[in-house]
């Protein structure tokens, strides 16, 4: 078991980049880390979680936005079929098992219809901002989350 009897993190996870039809960006700031902004990120609950389950639980958990199975958003959440490998900061690598040092991150988008006011979970996050997509990437301290913001015009046609 990992710290404070929680299980280990899967090291899977999605990144929700939740944007608007101009290309403006949801940001949110992390409450461990508060100079890190970053779309939507979480790791699946258990191995066998759907992908776009992870992403919609994800994203109601962190913004409060719905758009899972049957709400009216479910149809603008589109898996881009891309991932990233990459080493897990290690600072963070106590939530996973011993010896697990890398993350398999899925990439996912969510077209919201307007720049919608989230709905904070105040232990992972203490703010926002909405970004055009160029500004919203310089603004992320993950490389990968950056270079997936940037990806943003090519799969919101």
């Not at 939740?18 to 508060?34: C, E, F």
């Not at 939530?95 to 709905?119: A, Q």
Request: net charge negative.
């Amino acid at each position: 078991m990992g710290s404070d009897t929680r299980p280990f993190k899967i090291p899977e996870s999605v990144l929700v980049v939740i944007h608007t039809p101009a290309l403006d960006v949801l940001l949110i700031r992390r409450a461990d880390a508060n100079e890190f902004w970053q779309s939507v990120t979480g790791s699946k609950d258990a191995v066998d979680e759907p992908l776009a389950l992870t992403a919609a639980r994800e994203v109601a958990e962190e913004t409060g936005i719905e758009c899972g199975k049957g709400t009216a958003l479910a149809s603008q959440l589109v898996d881009w079929q891309l991932s990233n490998i990459y080493e897990i900061y290690p600072g963070w690598r106590a939530r996973y098992e011993p010896g697990v040092t890398h993350n398999t991150e899925h990439l996912f988008g969510l077209c919201v219809p307007e720049r919608l006011t989230p709905r904070l979970a105040p232990r992972e996050h203490t703010d926002w901002q909405w970004l055009p997509y160029r500004e919203a990437a310089d603004a992320c301290f993950s490389p990968s989350n950056a270079e997936a913001i940037l990806l943003l015009p090519e799969f919101a046609r």
